[in-house]
């Protein structure tokens, strides 16, 4: 069956720190992934996806950014955090022929 | 464009009452639904999906949705709440711009009084 990993889980960062945030799937091969933000209160952003190895989608601009060095890992990261950037991130993960997508854990991050 | 839009913010019931949490989407086609739910600070659950098979979705935990084009209505519903079910619930709708994109609904706080 397929797993999906997010760390941390939990994160307190100072404002212009930089950030690196891992997502992981197992159990199947060449996943669309995506990486949501939910700020508290509101609902889910997407921020940015991937359909393939190098490949990433941006939705919004922002002070942040993605990468897929391997075929089942997703990373997200910033060079200076902002006081904005603090959430939840969600890392989530499909099949390239379904719609339905499945969530991580996610990782509560602080910036402070 | 696709759109979703969840008419309550909140909702509180007593445990053993009924559930309504509403949704209404638009599209400009045959969408995909989903209801996602989400446990404080944890990752979202699929509930349950609409696929233009039978319009009333069974999902987990008691939970079933009704699809009605008419309406543009995708109500989630619960016989009989259970504390359990106090949770964040996301209605949700496929975009047609590919990639498998959902659009998210702002969220309903389900709150269970004993």
């Known amino acids: 069956s397929q797993t999906i990993h997010q760390w941390p889980a939990t994160l307190v960062q100072p404002v212009g720190s930089p950030l690196s945030l891992e997502c992981t799937v197992e159990g199947t091969s060449n996943p669309n992934l995506y990486w949501y933000r939910q700020a508290a209160g509101r609902g889910l952003q997407l921020l940015f996806y991937?359909?393939?190895?190098?490949?990433i989608s941006s939705e919004v601009p922002q002070n942040l950014s993605a990468s897929r060095p391997q075929d089942r890992q997703f990373i997200l990261s910033s060079k200076k955090l902002l006081l904005s950037d603090s959430g939840f991130y969600l890392c989530a993960w499909s099949l390239d022929y379904q719609e339905t997508q499945y969530f991580g854990p996610g990782t509560r991050l602080l910036v402070l | 464009a696709q759109s979703v839009t969840q008419l309550d913010s909140h909702v509180s019931v007593s445990e053993g009452t009924p559930v309504l949490l509403r949704c209404n989407y638009s599209?400009?086609?045959?969408?995909?639904l989903f209801w996602y739910v989400q446990h404080p600070n944890k990752g979202l659950q699929l509930l349950l999906k609409y696929t233009s098979a039978a319009t009333l979705v069974k999902g987990i935990n008691g939970f079933e949705a009704e699809f009605k084009k008419s309406e543009t209505s995708f109500h989630l519903t619960k016989p009989s709440a259970h504390m359990s079910d106090a949770a964040e619930y996301f209605c949700v709708v496929s975009d047609t711009g590919g990639y498998n994109k959902l659009i998210f609904g702002a969220g309903t706080r389900l709150a269970v009084h004993p």
């Open positions: 991937s359909v393939g190895i190098g490949q």
């Open positions: 599209s400009s086609y045959s969408p995909s």
